[in-house]
């Protein structure tokens, strides 16, 4: 395979038996392989999100048709939750149904993503790439997180954190376009004449800025996190491109992706093999990898805590009640 090294398959004797699983994005592509290959491995409840109730439907049955599912585990619970990223209030409904509904959880997956290439408005007044790829995500982690913690102290066994990543974080902007203080991160994200296509690069050093961040505040013990590229991948994830850029990326994935089960095996190894050697890091290729050397210096330092401060901010205002809870 041109340009990527080979991943191997998930280890025999992977076992998620028992455990409860939330996948963002869940009902096609990557994040729909994952349900799939996470129930292969015994998994009893595995959660997706998804936009409508319809596309939920689909997805469950197809998982439930899937032969290797009904092999491994023709009893596993599966069930699809509605979650719309681009909208803050649907990530309090969502987390406030699965405080309800859910009481235990070992492996939050991160996956649901976007790549345009204008700026467009979400429904929560940011620029949409970022989002949907960081903000709310960041939001429903810090929710969920003391329930993470829970199970893992109930069942003797870390849970596990991840957000799905890329290595094009280390195409971004921020080295040669920095956030002048004291105007905030969020703000130096929303401003139009800011944007630029490699949007999503900026959104993917976000990712891995807030993990850094995250990894602080919560011990391996308790919560395993990380963030994950699983490479190129023959998905349809360039849909939201212009023609002329779908075209090409076509033609680069054609030569050079792996299979979507392939790219799934990465994440499969951050979330249930990777030990605490993962915590707070950025892996690529089933190894750890600095991502961008931007985190690491002086400005990318700042980023990193500027960035905490800024979420935690807004994540109290669309839930007054939430408690940041930080290891001691």
């Given amino acids: 395979m041109i340009g990527q090294p080979r991943i191997p398959p998930t280890p025999a004797g992977t076992s998620m038996a028992g455990q409860t699983v939330i996948i963002t994005g869940g009902n096609t592509g990557i994040g729909f392989e994952i349900a799939r ?13 998804v936009r409508s109730e319809s596309k939920g439907r689909d997805a469950i049955a197809a998982l439930r048709a899937d032969y290797a599912v009904k092999a491994a585990n023709p009893s596993a619970i599966i069930e699809a939750f509605i979650l719309d990223l681009e ?30 290439v204008k700026y467009e408005e979400s429904k929560s007044g940011h620029e949409m790439v970022i989002q949907v790829n960081c903000y709310t995500h960041f939001f429903i982690i810090l929710e969920l997180l003391p ?16 957000i799905v990543g890329s290595t094009m974080q280390t195409l971004h902007t921020l080295s040669n376009h920095p956030f002048n203080p004291p105007d905030t991160i969020l703000s130096h994200f929303d401003d139009r004449k800011a944007y630029n296509m490699k949007r999503y690069a900026d959104a993917k ?26 490479g ?10 212009p023609v002329y850029l779908r075209l ?25 093999v990777a030990g605490p050697e993962s915590h707070g890091k950025f892996l690529n290729h089933n190894k750890v990898d600095i991502g961008a050397p931007f985190l690491d210096e002086k ?8 960035l905490w401060t800024e979420i935690v901010e807004e994540a109290k205002t669309i839930d007054p009640g939430l408690e940041i809870v930080v290891e001691a």
Wanted: glycine share 4%; net charge positive.
């Fill in 37 to 49: 290959q996470y129930l292969t491995l015994k998994a009893s409840r595995i959660i997706i999100t």
């Fill in 248 to 272: 090409s990326m076509s033609l680069i994935r054609a030569v050079r992706a792996r299979s979507v089960e392939q790219g799934v095996w990465a994440l499969v190894y951050a979330t249930a």
């Fill in 205 to 230: 050093l976000t990712d891995n800025a807030f993990i850094r961040k995250l990894a602080t505040t919560v011990s391996v013990n308790e919560v395993i996190v990380n963030n994950v590229c699983p």
């Fill in 87 to 116: 909208d803050y209030q649907s990530a309090l409904r969502f987390v406030q149904k699965v405080k309800k509904e859910v009481p235990e959880l070992n492996v939050l997956l991160c996956n649901a993503g976007m790549n345009i």
């Fill in 232 to 241: 190129m991948v023959a998905t349809e994830f360039d849909k939201g491109l």
């Fill in 147 to 162: 329930l993470l913690r829970t199970t893992s102290l109930k069942q003797a066994t870390p849970s596990r954190l991840t």
């Fill in 299 to 306: 400005l990318g330092k700042e980023f990193i805590d500027k």
